[in-house]
């Protein structure tokens, strides 16, 4: 990916001058951040390794699979979110990890964090680099230096068993990479965050990731039979059945683990063969309200569809607005809602007439297959907008969270109240982008005008809205993970007791505490 900016640069867009317009009537954007500093005049503070440290990392990797150039620490100097971005276009000197080790096999990993241990030195296990919650900051914590781990090198599909359905994958495959291999063989996995195109097989585990099929297909960590991971402590290898009442499933501590407890190098998953036929319809509510009460009934009804989702109404307004902009078909106004249906072609048929069924009598009008069909030829292209808004002078972020159904309308309200409080003149979209039969995820989208200091000015309306999710009794991630950026509400999200477990399983893999210090554990 792009140093500076999300993903492939091929596929950056400029804002259209009638956005801009728009921009500059309704939020007051009318500046230009202007260009931030090339790869090459990027300052880093000077690595904290010793030659001493390098020579004894090298002996274990290969020279060739270690590096303390810039050139391969700026890439790995944090992740994807706005205040990310907004530190990578800053001229004073960047943090960055003192080296980037690539090691090749499990005994090497071992062989690092034991010399790591051993000579206080930090480790960030590295994927894709998607993070957007501080979790690839490279942080020291007390001790002398920090590494980046990456894991690229773990990158083959390591079993398929057709008969049962489960893959073992390597912990650095990209998406993409992972379902190419499984296609050669007639399979798929099925997991599509919006990340998919860069983020990894061990970072989809490492942060419990849910994709957009996942009423289909179900979370990342539903599909996960079985893991390898490495701990300082030793090397441990979990699940070895479908169901187990072998006491409490030890799996759990290493998904959504953030690279705190072990570096994750192999996932065995569920998989299931490619589909054969897929079936699209957009559908139009009168309101949020409405249309949230539609999709509680699709999924509590089970009546199957891959993909469920609900835009606002100014999200759905924002979507019309840029799919005019690229010449496509305009959507309607009211909240835009978006199903699609795999499977073989009888499951697909009976599934997607129940569906309508429901969506009918909820007050659902359909709008045919061509906005659904919109919805998944751009769903990984969003972060491409954020980048255009963040280089015309906006702020623009987002955060996400979920609760029971009963309570979504105020969690709605007030996280709504806390971003526009803090980020006066702002503009707020919310979609529900996973369903659950007790309950659904909020993904909110907030665009205002960047102030004299957008880092503070962020860091503001982020201490907002976690306490108004707090306070609504939400949790304060859905599945965007913890890192850096949530910390400071796990606590109050696990209670005291939860944040003692947690650290004393911290003690009992990690005892020196090198694993990405400063993320996920209070």
Known sequence: MKWDAWGDPALARELPADIKALL?????????????PTAAEVVLRPSLLTEADLKALAAVVGEAHLSDADADRLPRAGGKSTPDLLRRRSRAPQDAPDAVVLPGSEDEIAAVLALCAERRIAVVPFGGGTSVVGGLDPERGGFTAVVSLD???????????????EAVLGAGLTGPAAEALLAERGFELGHYPQSFRFATIGGFAATRSSG?????????????????????????DLGRAPASAAGPDLRELFLGSEGTLGVITAVRVRVHPVPAVKAYEAWNFPDFTTGADALRAVEQRGTGPTVIRLSDEAETAVNLAMTEQIGGEAAVSGCLAVTVFEGDAEQVTARHRLTRAVLL??????????????????????????????????????????????????????????LTTALPGSLVLCHISHVYPTGASLYFTVVAAQGP???????????????????????????????????PWMADEIGELGVRILHAVKAAVDPVGILNPGKLIP
């Open 361 to 418: 009598a909820a007050g659902g009008t359909s709008l045919g297959e061509a906005p659904a069909r919109a919805w998944e030829h751009g769903r990984f292209n969003a972060p491409y907008l954020r980048d255009s808004l963040l280089g015309a002078g906006a702020l623009c972020e987002t955060l996400e969270t979920a609760t029971d159904w009963r309570r979504l309308p105020a969690l709605r309200a007030a996280v709504t109240s806390a």
């Open 151 to 165: 894991l690229r090198r773990f990158d083959r599909l390591l079993d398929l068993d057709a008969i049962s359905g």
């Open 212 to 236: 957009q099929d996942s009423a289909g297909y179900g979370r990342f960590d539903e599909m996960v039979r079985g893991l390898r991971v490495v701990t300082p402590a030793g090397v441990l």
């Open 453 to 487: 200091d957008p880092l503070a000015q962020w860091a503001a309306a982020k201490r907002a809205t976690g306490d108004a999710i707090a306070a609504a009794g939400a949790t304060i991630t859905h599945h965007h993970a913890v890192g850096a950026d949530h910390r």
């Open 24 to 36: 500059a009537a309704a939020l007051g954007v009318t500046g230009d951040a202007g260009p931030g």
